[in-house]
């Protein structure tokens, strides 16, 4: 039933007389008003018009200059997630320091004026890596995560223990800007319908918080999904999109909250990416007709996500006149119009009485007091490895651009759609005073000539300084407590192999990508000159020495063989040659956990062991990679080149430099000829490139990340193959939407 449908049946007699309460100046609260359908700000009714910001995928000095264009939008409030592995990297090891500082985020969201709903999981989803749940609870194989197995409890309780007693003084009721606080997120969806998990979540929210704080929940419209999500003391949300009807949708809130404020919580103004597929993108039209439709029907609107609002009698002519008579508070101002187009003959007359405020005719009335959110007002990027990825029939990891179409582009900038969105809210209620601050400044700064500094297994030993570990089969990432990047897996080949060979995985044992190499050791070579290097396409060697004499000697020629990719939910065999004692490495990399659904406990690396015409390979060594570590002290461009390869083909780091002329403004690096792989400026992770996979052509480089008058040290990570003559080309605009083959070696 439609949310008019719950107003229609109520007695029509007038109101009291008597002088409305006023909100006490000492008397903070926000709570719901089952009587009146609707929420409540310091006793009165209240709406807001609210956007997501993910501060995580924010850089720290663009937080202000992206909250005050949300503010300068119209918007009220913001709704904030938490990621729990973004702060507890370590069991017991939390980092809340630089952009990390939650507690700072919060605190410019109050300095700003907006207010906040807050979304602290401990599960979020939001595409990010394993849904913001730490990777190392997974360092218990037989862990049931967001369920009551007591060693997730135990997690969970010591997190929150140090989380919530930061939330608790920022509470709207404590003196702060936070409204209320969500639990979980759409738990619903998960198999587990564990309703002691969430009664325990409750409890603790609950002990951490006060009792004061509104918590809900967000679950989808399906009854099953509402069964297993909500709980008594949670109050009930929902999301659907604007292909949904309305009236069931709402009707499914009203199932299990017959009273009380009706609240879509996810509606999305765009999407997201996946690699492999092409950008994805909503008209603005449909938005703002949308948005502009839902306002005109009587909808309180919150841009986190939209919700939608039917009437069970039709619209009265729609005279959209502004009151000039007292009303609750600035915010509620947003339903005025919309009131003015809906209430009733009787409703109309006592409001021009002054009998009633304009926003108890909206919530009697039309028995609407409810919010909406769209997802998202501004995306930002998945820097680093933090981008999650999704399960659907297949693995479908996430772009690190996580523009998402939305109001405001991954580099902050006022789109169209925003402008659109802000015309339809200024006609509902007035705008914030002044200009909306203009896009950031852009530069392109050309291109930059980039050199072979190692092949990455030559670099062993400053990637993995503490060595690797020896075991007799694969052991998966979560087993040698590596949460992200890359692991080296090493062998021998324990037979000669004089024919093509296939050597293959289980069934959904790569996770997620391993690139594989074969290292072949011809000994008697002569050379004259130390560290000779020769190359040819797919092979690269190097020499080394075994004995000396006078000028000459007797060699070593290791030829390195890339010989492809072994990929999760695709190609899982490469055919291999060589002789008994030849190295075989894999080098695994994790492109994200999965962030939605029951799979969400997504192991990485190589969880089956590899085998070689069916006979399975024994004897590994196992480096597990700190990249970001060695990068970030320095290296490579404090160390001199590992080896003289000259080979194009499988994992390498690639260096140079350049200098900005005497600005640092935001730029997008692309990468021609380039395969795919990893970027860090000046030590920083700016995230995955894949340009042969597309739709993501380009990575967003914030000017924060950039120096003045000094070099820019550029690191590149590639995987698979990079051009012949290696440059980057940096952009003044992104480049999102190109979709490749899925090829696997560059070509120039």
Not at 504 to 516: L, T
Not at 562 to 587: I, K, N, S
């Amino acid at each position: 039933m439609g949310g008019g449908g719950w107003a229609s049946g109520r007695s029509a007699a007038p109101p009291s007389t008597a002088p409305l309460p006023q909100a006490s100046p000492l008397a903070r609260s926000f709570e719901l008003d089952y009587e009146e359908d609707c929420f409540r700000k310091d006793g009165v009714p209240f709406r807001y018009i609210s956007g997501s910001i993910h501060y995580a995928r924010v850089p720290r000095p663009a937080w202000r200059d992206r909250l005050l264009k949300m503010y300068m939008s119209g918007l009220s409030a913001v709704q904030v997630y938490v990621p729990w592995n973004y702060h507890e990297p370590q069991p017991g090891v939390y980092d809340f320091a630089g952009d990390r500082d939650v507690e700072a985020f919060l605190d410019l969201t109050a300095e700003l004026g907006l207010l906040v709903i807050l979304r602290p999981g401990p599960y979020i989803c939001a595409e990010w890596e394993m849904g913001g749940l730490p990777s190392w609870l997974l360092w218990k194989p037989d862990i049931v995560l967001r369920s009551s197995d007591p060693a997730y409890l135990a997690a969970v309780d010591s997190w929150l223990h140090v989380l919530l007693p930061k939330i608790k003084p920022r509470l709207y009721q404590h003196g702060g800007n936070i409204i209320s606080v969500q639990v979980e997120n759409e738990y619903g969806s998960y198999y587990a319908c564990d309703h002691g998990y969430l009664r325990h979540l409750l409890g603790s929210f609950r002990a951490l918080l006060g009792s004061e704080v509104l918590l809900f929940t967000t679950d989808s419209t399906r009854a099953e999904e509402l069964r297993c999500g909500t709980l008594q003391g949670l109050y009930a949300t929902i999301d659907f999109g604007p292909g949904s009807n309305v009236t069931e949708a709402f009707g499914a809130q009203r199932w299990v909250e017959p009273k009380g404020p009706l609240v879509n919580s996810e509606y999305y103004t765009g999407w997201l990416d996946y690699w492999g597929e092409a950008h994805a993108s909503t008209s603005l039209v449909h938005v703002a007709r949308g948005l502009e439709d839902m306002l005109q029907l009587g909808a309180s609107v919150n841009m986190q996500v939209v919700s939608w609002w039917g009437t069970a009698w039709g619209a009265l002519p729609c005279h959209l006149q502004h009151w000039n008579g007292h009303c609750c508070s600035p915010s509620c101002q947003a339903g005025r119009a919309a009131a003015a187009c809906f209430i009733s003959r009787q409703g109309w007359h006592w409001a021009q009485q002054g009998m009633v405020s304009p926003c108890w005719v909206c919530g009697v009335l039309t028995g609407l007091s409810g919010v909406s959110r769209r997802y998202m007002f501004h995306g930002g990027t998945n820097f680093a490895y933090w981008s999650g990825a999704d399960f659907k029939d297949q693995y479908k990891p996430v772009t690190t651009s996580y523009d998402y179409d939305a109001p405001l582009s991954e580099a902050g900038d006022p789109t169209e759609k925003l402008f659109a969105i802000r015309m339809v809210i200024s006609k509902f209620q007035p705008l914030p005073a002044g200009p909306m601050p203009p896009a950031t400044p852009k530069y392109a700064y050309g291109r930059v000539a980039l050199q072979k500094h190692a092949d990455l297994l030559d670099a062993l030993d400053v990637l993995c300084p503490s060595g690797p570990i020896q075991s007799r089969f694969p052991l998966t990432f979560e087993a040698i407590k590596q949460a992200h990047g890359f692991v080296v897996y090493r062998t021998q080949l324990p037979r000669d192999v004089l024919e093509p060979t296939m050597l293959g995985a289980p069934p959904h044992s790569i996770c997620d990508r391993g690139y594989v190499m074969l290292q072949k050791g011809q000994r008697g070579a002569l050379a004259w000159l130390w560290g000779a290097g020769y190359s040819t396409g797919r092979l690269s060697a190097r020499f080394g020495a075994v004995g000396c004499g006078h000028g000459a000697a007797v060699l070593t020629l290791w030829l390195q063989e890339y010989r492809g990719t072994l990929e999760r939910d695709g190609q899982t065999t490469v055919y291999v040659m060589g002789r008994a004692g030849d190295t075989l490495d894999v080098l695994l990399e994790n492109m994200g956990r999965i962030s939605f659904g029951a799979n969400i406990s997504d192991f990485k690396g190589l969880l089956g062991n590899l085998s070689l015409d069916s006979s399975p390979l024994s004897n590994w060594l196992i480096y597990p990679l700190d990249i970001d570590a060695a990068v970030q002290q320095g290296w490579p461009h404090a160390a001199l080149p590992k080896s003289s390869r000259r080979g194009r083909a499988g994992p390498a780091f690639y260096t140079g430099t350049f200098e900005t002329p005497g600005l640092t403004w935001d730029t997008f690096v692309k990468f021609p000829g380039w395969s795919k792989g990893q970027l860090w400026i000046n030590g920083f992770n700016l995230g995955r490139y894949w340009p042969r996979r597309g739709p993501q052509q380009t990575l967003f480089v914030p000017g924060s990340v950039l120096h003045v008058g000094r070099p820019n040290n550029i690191t590149v990570l590639e995987l698979e193959g990079a051009p012949s003559t290696p440059l980057l080309l940096f952009l003044d605009q992104p480049l999102f939407n190109r979709t490749l083959g899925h090829s696997t070696v560059a070509t120039e």
